[in-house]
């Protein structure tokens, strides 16, 4: 095992560890954690230092890699291309080091008089999102992005039949900043039985507006944001993307659907390729605009058992990691962000007419 | 301007920039944002690949360093050598390149129909742990721990007569993976007139158990948790310091008093000497332990306006950057801990008992 990152004698502590994962609650923000020991034994097939080396097309050592199949666990999904019995396009399976897994207990017990723990029940995947080891998701083809988030809707719609899974994320760690542990180009996605402050956050202050207004925050958010124009990097017939007025981080970017659908889940399919699209030119601008940095996207979207409401609106979320999270932002909540969304916006507009791929 | 972070496009938008900061808020989760652009401009005094390099006892270009303090803003506060008219233990100054300023407007305007904004209305200071340029304070001595620590409640308290400041954070960054950008140790202390979600939320937590109870919660957990004992690695007279059950990462550390407080600003400085050599220890061990790892250190103190109420109990809380925040934890909000607390605390115990410093 390589690894630039954990210490010697942490990993010492990590390897004397085989107990299963568990979800613990802290009882001062009723935040949960999952604590899973196994998680320090995955692999990290390079350092971080090694982030701008060249990758090869194939690596005899990765696990995504075609001809290396039986490194990962069983498949559960996959698309193949027709001609070809053995070969895919796309294949999803269980996280060999998951966080969470289908044999954790559910039952949630008081530990002590303050605390709340349950088993590590869950359910944790990984998206390969291309055969070619060294191609990046801004470097895919259409075609292949949209068959990327046909894989992300049918394993959320396969999972959320077992009704234990509430809360199910789907989330993409690109180049060394944004976590990853492995550069062949992949997606996570993790169900999770408990749903977070985090989320009733976002859901309690759509169901504030909408007792309010009787409308949906974020369809109205949208409305407005079309007629500035200023924050727009693109509009489609199904979407915007946009800068968001408190960006986090520079060149965060939300990518929305016009029509109001609460769950990702439920999305009609038939736009996927539609989203592909702008998905797909957002990274390439990214990409080539920015030197290939890391990022973080994730899938906002609402929990398994009210899919249909008229609060909550999905999106597609992209965090770039130009910047690093710091003692501030963690003893505050308050990021500080170096960039105007505005002029940010205005720049990926001017990168979007001017930069199309080589090929 | 050294930068081995920013890419060259995105410097170019930030040299265009030249906008005051300003607060904004985000209206799909009512959490503020600073919006910083003159931040982009601050100086690295080195990048991230440098941070095993062996630093000089001295540096000609460090802002920090003796003799160059006519490079840093207007002193606010020093504690002398008093044998010697110009020297300096610890020096506080005005953050060159401030997030906040106290120039920033305070009026809250409604930007459009959806979202809030305010000027970047605000304090940001530095304070300078020590004149030595490569010292970093799990290497100083408890008395000048001690300093720092009265620097950190003295600025505090010079701070919160400005009743316009509702939340001060002091805060550590420390090693690159933590955000810092000067390698001389430092902490920052930074007054906001906003009080964000992330304390309201800990806040009403710790409310609610006070209206079930009639008790804090954090008083009644410390007692608990010394009964168990399992997540203990320090306790004095005055203070106890543990892993918290739900870790967030490992080694997370909180140092919490015995005694009920709400406030930093109103705990008694007399016992400042005393947390001096709990929080010495811990970093020591950390050091010496973990190689010598990134981490970012709070101080976890209730609003400026309401410092003493029987609910929240102030703490500082030690958070080690030997992992990386990824998508799933902001898509989720729940973090992935590898490693059990009540195995780390286990092993940060034993470094106890065997590490002192050599000098």
């Known amino acids: 095992m390589e690894d630039g990152f954990l210490t010697p004698l942490y990993a010492i502590i990590q390897a004397t560890t085989d107990s299963m994962s568990e979800l613990r609650q802290d009882p001062t923000t009723r935040e949960w954690v999952i604590i899973a020991p196994e998680r320090a034994n995955r692999p990290h097939q390079a350092p971080r230092k090694k982030r701008d080396e060249e990758l090869p097309e194939w690596d005899a050592s990765c696990p995504f890699c075609p001809g290396n199949e039986a490194q990962t666990p069983t498949e559960v999904f996959r698309i193949p291309i027709s001609s070809e019995a053995s070969a895919w396009e796309v294949r999803v ?57 046909i894989a992300y809707q049918q394993r959320y719609n396969a999972l959320k039949e077992n009704r234990q899974l509430k809360f199910i994320t789907i989330f993409k760690n690109y180049g060394w900043a944004s976590g990853t542990s492995l550069p062949h180009s992949h997606s996570q996605l993790v169900a999770t039985p408990i ?31 079309l007629g500035k124009g200023r924050r727009i990097i693109a509009e489609t017939k199904e979407f915007v993307a946009l800068h968001p007025y408190a960006s986090r981080v520079p060149y965060e970017t939300w990518i929305i659907p016009k029509k109001h659908y609460s769950s990702f889940g439920l999305f009609p399919a038939t736009h996927l390729a539609e989203l592909a699209t702008v998905l797909k030119d957002i990274l390439f601008c990214l990409h080539r605009g920015l030197n290939n940095p890391a990022f973080n996207l994730m899938v906002d979207t609402a929990i398994t058992e009210d899919e249909e409401n ?34 940010t916006a205005k720049f990926m507009r001017q990168l979007a007419s001017s930069c199309t791929e080589d090929e």
Chains 1, 2 share one sequence.
């Open 195 to 225: 749903i977070t402050p985090y989320y009733h956050r976002r859901f309690n202050v759509a169901v504030d507006y909408y007792a309010d207004m009787s409308r949906c925050l974020c369809c109205e958010l949208l409305t407005d944001e």
């Open 310 to 343: 008229p609060y909550y609106h999905w999106r597609i979320r992209i965090m770039p990691r130009l910047t690093t999270i710091a003692g501030f932002e963690m003893g505050s909540g308050i990021y500080i962000n170096t960039a105007l969304p505005e002029e």
């Open 93 to 149: 399976v269980p996280n060999q080091f998951a966080a969470l897994t289908p044999e954790g207990d559910i039952t949630r017990r008081e530990d002590g008089r303050f605390v709340r723990k349950m088993g590590g029940f869950g359910e944790h995947e990984v998206i390969i999102e291309t055969p070619s080891h060294n191609t990046p998701m801004a470097l895919l083809t259409y075609e292949q992005v949209k068959k990327v988030l």
